[in-house]
């Protein structure tokens, strides 16, 4: 089967730093996606890994040990918008799974 | 670029009714995935088609739903009977096929609920 772990919630202040963990246990892997879902709305894209490292995009970087089978996303300067959940997705071939999210909340 | 649309946004129906989604993914968008979100927890790949072929459907409750991608464009995805536990958001996705890596597109989801 395949179990992907996250943080069901957390909580920061703006223009802080905070990191979303995710660890997953699947039977197959091709990458690692992070997308950010706010309250009534769609996901949209953030990040992915495919190979250990860290990738950085702005604000936001995303790290995959695929040896631990572990991610973070990390996010700097915490605005109040950031307030959303963070949602991991691992891709198995042509499927995603994905983890119940992170709810952020970001206080002024 | 337009991006994927469905529709409709809210449903609400009773239980042992029937209600169907409808999906118009981004153009020339080759996959589309529908996905159920039940409150608090992350997407469920429901079905996911490769133009108008079903490449994986293992999760779908196939005794009460069903999908159809017909010409390889538009989907819609149907209930019959819907049961309180359906009640979910139901997202469509889509994407190109660009090497290896390729990333989702949702579309704004359909908010339903089953009384």
């Known amino acids: 089967g395949q179990n992907i772990d996250q943080p069901t919630e957390m909580t920061a202040t703006e223009g802080a730093i905070v990191q979303i963990n995710c660890t997953y246990q699947?039977?197959?892997?091709?990458?690692l996606f992070w997308y950010q879902q706010h309250a009534g709305e769609a996901p949209t894209f953030l990040s992915y890994?495919?190979?250990?490292g860290l990738e950085e995009k702005g604000r936001f970087s995303s790290f995959l040990s695929r040896s631990k089978g572990y991610s973070y996303l990390l996010l700097k300067e915490l605005q109040m918008k950031d307030s959303a959940s963070y949602l991991c997705?691992?891709?198995?071939?042509?499927?995603?799974?994905f983890g119940s999210g992170t709810k952020l909340n970001v206080k002024p | 670029e337009a991006g994927v649309a469905q529709s409709p946004r809210y449903k609400i129906i009773e239980k042992r009714q029937s209600v169907a989604f409808w999906c118009n993914p981004i153009?020339?968008?080759?996959?589309l995935y529908w996905y159920q979100q039940i409150l608090g927890q992350g997407p469920k790949l429901l079905i996911q088609?490769?133009?108008?072929?079903?490449?994986?459907d293992s999760q779908l409750p196939k005794d009460r739903f069903s999908a159809e991608r017909l010409k390889g464009v538009d989907s819609t995805l149907k209930i019959q009977p819907a049961k309180l536990e359906d009640s979910a958001v139901y997202l469509c996705?889509?994407?190109?096929?660009?090497?290896?890596?390729?990333?989702?597109?949702f579309g704004p989801g359909t908010r339903l609920t089953v009384t």
């Open positions: 699947t039977s197959g892997f091709n990458g």
């Open positions: 996705a889509s994407s190109p096929i660009t090497g290896q890596i390729y990333e989702q597109y």
């Open positions: 153009s020339g968008h080759a996959t």
């Open positions: 088609f490769q133009n108008n072929g079903v490449v994986d």
């Open positions: 890994n495919v190979l250990d």
């Open positions: 997705a691992v891709k198995n071939f042509n499927k995603f799974y």
